[in-house]
Each structure stands twice: as structure tokens, then as C-alpha cells.
């Protein structure tokens, strides 16, 4: 199984500031890697996938990259509503796997 | 737009069952991969299980390999899991998404196995 470790745990901003999410898969999964933002009460809602590519709706303050082993979600300037929590998920090789989660908390 | 709407959770005793259903719309149902995955009171988010727009192929997380089983009705435009041997650390709250990757997911189910 592909464990992916995130971080850090917690991240501490302000409003209009700069964060910068990592993730790292104890093996290569290509680019077969995504992101997803969680709410409290809300299910998971999908950000990147296949490392960079934004999803249907997703503001360009997104963005990711990496590939293999090493990925990271960049939100260029942080708005109210992006404080979550978020997780990345690989899909290289069953099963599929998720990080333990980046808590995005405002300072 | 596309919707997904679980529904068939609830208290259920250790070694009992249940059997989960989602109901697809918005989207043309038979073409999609769909999941189910899961998430225990404030832990991170566990895959469960897969399976293929026809039904043909079908992964499980090896945590529930053996009791549960997925399938679905692609005339219905459902997802369903059925549950056996459930045990306390099954409880959780089961989302189905469509996938791949999960791009759409329902509001959610919840599980509580417990005596």
C-alpha cells in the first residue's frame, strides 16, 4: 500500500497570505495524484487532479504540482473560505490511498 | 447537475448488516467508475471499495475484503454496499463518488455499529 504523509499537520495564515500544502507518496505514483478540500459537515469536494490539473470550478488561486514522489497544493492568496482541511489521494495502485490531512487554520 | 444521494445507514449491533444505496442523476450513470469511501467520527478519509462502469472489475480496502460487497444497477442508476459482520470500527460516515478521480460525492451516510 502507498502511504502518503502530509505536510505539516497544521498551518497557521492570515487572509491574503500564501500557502504552501505537501505531500509525499512512499512510492512514485506518476502524476496520479489529487487534492481535495474538506469542510465541517461537508463531504470532501475535489480541488487538482493528475497533479496540476484544476477540476470544473475551482478558483485559479489553486494550484498544483509535482510528480513521483513529491507534490505540493499552492492557494496563491488565501480567502475566508478556503480555511479546511485538506487531504491528497493517490489512484497510481489499488488501494487507493489518502494523506492524513493538512489543517488550514487562520491565524 | 449531477447528484448523488446515500441513504440506508443507522445503529446496527456488532455482526449485523446493513446495505447502503446510492442514487445517481445529472450524469449518464453507466459510464462512470463509482466508489464508496468512508470516514470515521473525526478521522481521515478511508477508500472502501470500487468498482467499474459495467460491474466488470472490483477492488475492496482489505480492512472490509470478505464483507462487504459492492455492486450496482446501472438500469436504476444505483450504487449499493452491502454490509455484513460489521464490527465498531466500521462505524463511519460512507460517501458514494463518482469517480475517477472522485470528482462528485454525496452528502453522506452514517454508520454506527454498536451494542
Redesign the interface.
Same mark, same amino acid.
Given at each position: 500500500e502507498i502511504v502518503l504523509t502530509q505536510s505539516p499537520a497544521t498551518l497557521s495564515l492570515s487572509p491574503g497570505e500564501r500557502a504552501t500544502l505537501s505531500c509525499r507518496a512512499s512510492q512514485s505514483v506518476s502524476s496520479y495524484l489529487a487534492w481535495y478540500q474538506q469542510k465541517p459537515g461537508q463531504a470532501p469536494r475535489l480541488l487538482i487532479y493528475d497533479a496540476s490539473n484544476r477540476a470544473t470550478g475551482i478558483p485559479a488561486r489553486f494550484s498544483g504540482s509535482g510528480s513521483g514522489t513529491d507534490f505540493t497544493l499552492t492557494i496563491s492568496s488565501l480567502e475566508p473560505e478556503d480555511f479546511a482541511v485538506y487531504y491528497c489521494q493517490q489512484r497510481s495502485n489499488w488501494p487507493s490511498t489518502f494523506g492524513q490531512g493538512t489543517r488550514l487554520e487562520i491565524k | 447537475q449531477v447528484q448523488l444521494v446515500e441513504s440506508g445507514g443507522g445503529l446496527v449491533k456488532p455482526g449485523g448488516s446493513l446495505r447502503l444505496s446510492c442514487a445517481a442523476s445529472g450524469f449518464t450513470f453507466s459510464d462512470y467508475y463509482m $466508489?464508496w469511501i468512508r470516514q470515521a467520527p473525526g478521522k481521515?478519509?478511508?477508500?472502501v471499495s470500487?468498482i467499474s462502469s459495467s460491474g466488470s472489475t472490483i477492488?475492496y480496502?482489505?480492512s472490509v475484503k470478505g464483507r462487504f460487497t459492492i455492486s450496482r444497477d446501472n438500469a436504476k442508476n444505483s450504487l449499493y454496499l452491502q454490509m455484513n459482520s460489521l464490527r465498531a470500527e466500521d462505524t463511519a460516515v460512507y460517501?458514494c463518488a463518482r469517480d $475517477?478521480?472522485?470528482?462528485y460525492? &454525496?452528502? &453522506?451516510t452514517l454508520v454506527t455499529v454498536s451494542s
Open positions: - | $466508489s481521515g478519509l478511508e477508500w470500487y477492488y480496502a482489505d460517501y $475517477s478521480p472522485p470528482d460525492w &454525496g452528502q &453522506g
